[in-house]
Every structure is written in structure tokens, then in C-alpha cells.
């Protein structure tokens, strides 16, 4: 079955630092992948998506790359600001019109 | 409105109690999609309609859980005889088509304690 794995959390960091949150995923067939976040007190937002092998997927100065032959999708920042702290989510869509999630990463940026 | 409404935003029911929980999609999105999120874990799957249809309702845990959307818009999330074991949050999302790439936009979500 399809799966997601992301790294735990906490992340902590200063603001300005460099961001990475690990994500690998196990799928049958060609998935499209996904960060989405949830600020404190909102709903899930999506940050970016790639849907085919090799693409990067960007926003907001996140980026993410779909490797398959390391079956990853890891999300970096170069330089994180106190308004990133939030829960962050990998996810995995494999042909069907649902997703699957990972358990979630918090960051917690400090001034 | 402008986005996925959730009502109530938080709800607390005895063990054994009957709850109905709405979900209002963005006007126009014809697939719409409930998941259940547990302290600590990632949301996970429940149902999805494509209209008025349930097109995979595979994450239904058991037959306590059951879910309408008789006109294609709002949706009811109905559990019976709640357990303690439900509590959890209950996300809505609806896009415009139940396809791959199609952005699927998540309401706050209803936090279900069952006591």
C-alpha cells in the first residue's frame, strides 16, 4: 500500500537558518507529490507539488524535488523566517482522487 | 463562501451519542472529501463524492460511520454510537474535479471529543 514517511518534529531553527524536512514515500505506480501546511488556528494549505519525476515544485521560497530512485521529496527553505513556524505535511497521490499523508512536521522559528 | 466551512468548529458528546458533523464546500467544486487527523498523526481518508455520489468510501472505519451529499454542495458526516476512540479532527476538502493534479482546499476542521 502507499505510504508516507516524514521526519519528527520538532524543528527548531533561528530565523534566517536553512530548512530541511526529510520525506519518502513507498506507492504503487507514478504518485504526484505534495507539502501541504497548517498554520496555528487555519486549514491545510497546499505549498507546492511536483507530479512527475525530476520536477521541483516551489513557493514561497520552498522547494521540493520528486526523486524516484531515492523515492523522496524533501522540503528546503534557504532562509526560514518566524512566519514559517507551522505544521508541515507530506503527502502522495497514486491515480486516485484521494491523498495519503505523513504524520507531519512542526517548525519552530525563533527570532 | 469564500472557502470550505466546517460546523461546528468543536464538539463534545458522551460515549454511545449520536453526532452529525457539516461540511460546506467552495460553490462550484463538485468533489468533495472528509478525513480524519489524530492527535499527533497526519490526516487520514474517509470518504470522497464526486457530486451527489460516494465515489470511494474505502476509509470508512466501520459501519458507525456514514456520510451524505444529497445535492451535490453540503455533506453530513454521521456517527453513530461514538466511541472514545473517535475523537479526533474531522477535515473537509473539496476541489473542483476529483482528479490527480486538481488543488483540494481543506476547511478548519470540527474537533470531535467523545467523553
Known amino acids: 500500500g502507499n505510504s508516507v514517511t516524514q521526519m519528527e518534529g520538532p524543528v527548531t531553527l533561528s530565523e534566517e537558518a536553512f530548512l530541511t524536512i526529510n520525506c519518502t514515500y513507498t506507492?504503487?505506480?507514478?504518485?504526484?507529490l505534495f507539502w501541504y501546511v497548517q498554520y496555528p488556528g487555519e486549514g491545510l494549505q497546499l505549498l507546492l507539488k511536483a507530479t512527475k519525476a525530476d520536477d521541483k515544485g516551489s513557493n514561497k521560497g520552498f522547494e521540493a524535488t520528486y526523486r524516484k530512485e531515492t523515492t523522496s521529496f524533501h522540503l528546503e527553505k534557504g532562509s526560514v523566517q518566524v512566519s514559517d513556524s507551522a505544521v508541515y505535511f507530506c503527502?502522495?497521490?497514486?491515480?486516485?482522487?484521494?491523498?495519503?499523508f505523513g504524520k507531519g512536521t512542526m517548525l519552530l522559528v525563533s527570532p | 463562501g469564500a472557502g470550505v466551512s466546517q460546523t461546528p468548529s468543536n464538539k463534545v458528546t458522551e460515549k454511545g451519542k449520536y453526532v452529525e458533523l457539516r461540511c460546506d464546500p467552495i460553490?462550484?467544486?463538485?468533489?468533495l472529501y472528509w478525513y480524519r487527523q489524530s492527535l499527533g498523526q497526519g490526516p487520514e481518508f474517509l470518504i470522497y463524492?464526486?457530486?451527489?455520489?460516494?465515489?470511494?468510501d474505502s476509509g470508512l472505519p466501520n459501519d458507525r460511520f456514514f456520510a451524505v451529499r444529497p445535492e451535490g454542495s453540503v455533506s453530513t458526516l454521521k456517527i453513530q454510537r461514538t466511541e472514545r476512540g473517535d475523537s479526533a479532527v474531522y477535515l473537509c476538502a473539496s476541489s473542483l474535479e476529483g482528479q490527480l493534479f486538481t488543488e483540494a482546499f481543506f476547511g478548519q476542521g470540527t474537533r470531535l471529543t467523545v467523553v
Open positions: 503527502a502522495l497521490n497514486s491515480g486516485y482522487s484521494t491523498l495519503t
Open positions: 506507492a504503487t505506480g507514478y504518485p504526484s
Open positions: 460553490s462550484g467544486h463538485t468533489a
Open positions: 463524492f464526486q457530486g451527489t455520489g460516494a465515489a470511494d
